[in-house]
């Protein structure tokens, strides 16, 4: 056979575009089957949402660095608080619900997408949870202690609203849009 008689492969068909990249939250929060359109300022129950948000992670932030257990005793008062008592995690889920709420109220200032806003305030309420049953073991020792008399400090309490309020922004920036 010579070069000009040898089988030629067939042309490979025109292949389609690939599809273009929605421009809508993804994951729990986004909607499937929507059209791309660019993200635009937050309104509504979103906006109050990121607000929420917003204030709550503030809150559980400062409230890291106030009391959560005051112990009083005759030779006087003793405060326990700060990254000990709240450990981490809170930090952490503090700075996850100030970001996810200026990323709600301006889209494209938090270059990372973050996780769904609700679960960051679920989490926070775990953290919650096991820092009370803490507290309340610390509670009971004190009580055993003649003489000595325990309180939960105002940092738990602090913590408390902060993360109702990022749960309360979480629920309305990841549904806000779907309630009518």
Aim: hydrophobic share 45%; net charge neutral.
């Amino acid at each position: 056979m010579d070069d000009d008689q040898q089988p030629r492969m067939p042309e490979p068909p025109d292949m389609p575009p690939p599809p273009a990249q929605s421009l809508q939250p993804r994951g729990m929060s986004g909607q499937p089957g929507g059209a791309a359109v660019p993200a635009g300022p937050a309104t509504g129950r979103i906006r109050t949402g990121a607000y929420l948000m917003l204030i709550g992670g503030a809150i559980v932030l400062l409230s890291t660095f106030l009391p959560r257990l005051t112990v009083t005793t005759t030779a006087g008062t003793t405060s326990f608080g700060g990254l000990q008592a709240t450990g981490f995690g809170t930090l952490i889920l503090a700075g996850f619900a100030v970001a996810k709420g200026f990323e709600a109220l301006r889209p494209g200032t938090v270059p990372m997408r973050l996780g769904s806003p609700i679960i960051t305030g679920v989490f926070m309420a775990v953290l919650l949870a096991f820092r009370w049953s803490d507290l309340q073991d610390g509670l009971d020792q004190a009580a055993g202690i003649p003489g000595v008399t325990a309180s939960i400090g105002s940092g738990f309490w602090l913590n408390v609203v902060g993360t109702v309020l990022v749960l309360g922004g979480g629920a309305l920036i990841q549904f806000g849009d779907r309630v009518r």
